[in-house]
């Protein structure tokens, strides 16, 4: 199996990397890299299984950021494969399917606590609050229309969403950043994987 990872950073940016290298060590599968400027209108990347979005130092609330990013986004409306979109990439989810994104009072920066509101397999082995890493100043709106809302917290009301038919998941925290007394984004990125290869 082949996973892409569309890199929606700025150019050298060191949290791609770090997302590559700790996507690799988790999965068997191929990982590759593309730039979301590279995508073009109508592709459908049939030789890719599974999809990881990366952040972004850009800013969705700004209207003409989406509008750099109107190709990634009209391939989110129709890919059927599992996805997970990463902080920006869960914003860009949302914003794909009509959602606005909005500016916070504040930025949220280090592990914060996530409440579980539905019981999926992305959550399998962790308690219904866990930690994680927050890294953004945006944050979605509004629940996009056919996903479900699977956990909350007390900054930002959609921590983690999942599409009511395919396995597209939007998670509003890093994943990839955790230590050995935050381990909860190691265990998501893992059960991910394991939705994706069923």
Same mark, same amino acid.
């Given at each position: 199996?082949?996973?892409?990872?569309?890199?929606?950073?700025?150019?050298?940016?060191?949290?791609? %990397?770090?997302?590559?290298?700790?996507? /690799?060590?988790?999965?068997?599968?191929?990982?590759?890299?593309?730039? *979301?400027?590279?995508?073009?209108?109508?592709?459908?990347?049939?030789?890719?299984?599974?999809?990881? @979005?990366?952040?972004?130092?850009? /800013? @969705?609330?700004?209207? %003409?950021?989406?509008?750099? *990013?109107?190709?990634?986004?009209?391939? @989110?409306?129709?890919?059927? /494969?599992?996805? @997970?979109?990463?902080?920006?990439?869960?914003?860009?989810?949302?914003?794909?399917?009509?959602?606005?994104? =909005?500016?916070?009072?504040? /930025?949220?920066?280090?592990?914060?606590?996530?409440?579980?509101?539905?019981?999926?397999?992305?959550?399998?082995?962790?308690?219904?609050?866990? &930690?994680?890493?927050?890294?953004? !100043?945006?944050?979605?709106?509004?629940?996009?229309?056919? &996903? #479900?809302?699977?956990?909350?917290?007390?900054?930002?009301? #959609?921590?983690?969403?999942?599409?009511?038919?395919?396995?597209?998941?939007?998670?509003?925290?890093?994943?990839?950043?955790?230590? !050995?007394?935050?381990?909860?984004?190691?265990?998501?990125?893992?059960?991910?994987?394991?939705? =994706?290869?069923?």
């Amino acid at each position: 199996m082949r996973t892409l990872i569309i890199d929606n950073y700025l150019p050298n940016s060191p949290q791609l %990397e770090h997302l590559y290298n700790v996507i /690799k060590d988790i999965t068997v599968h191929t990982v590759e890299i593309m730039e *979301y400027s590279s995508i073009h209108p109508g592709e459908e990347f049939k030789q890719y299984d599974v999809f990881v @979005l990366s952040g972004s130092q850009h /800013k @969705l609330a700004e209207s %003409e950021v989406f509008e750099s *990013y109107l190709n990634e986004g009209v391939f @989110l409306k129709n890919i059927k /494969k599992p996805v @997970l979109g990463i902080c920006f990439g869960h914003q860009l989810i949302a914003r794909a399917f009509g959602e606005e994104i =909005a500016t916070m009072d504040s /930025k949220y920066e280090g592990y914060y606590i996530v409440n579980k509101i539905e019981n999926d397999p992305l959550f399998a082995g962790l308690n219904d609050k866990f &930690f994680v890493t927050e890294s953004h !100043e945006e944050m979605v709106v509004d629940l996009p229309n056919d &996903f #479900i809302l699977l956990a909350d917290s007390p900054n930002c009301h #959609i921590e983690v969403i999942r599409h009511q038919v395919y396995p597209i998941y939007g998670v509003q925290f890093h994943p990839e950043r955790f230590d !050995e007394k935050h381990p909860a984004g190691y265990t998501i990125l893992e059960n991910f994987f394991k939705v =994706a290869t069923w």
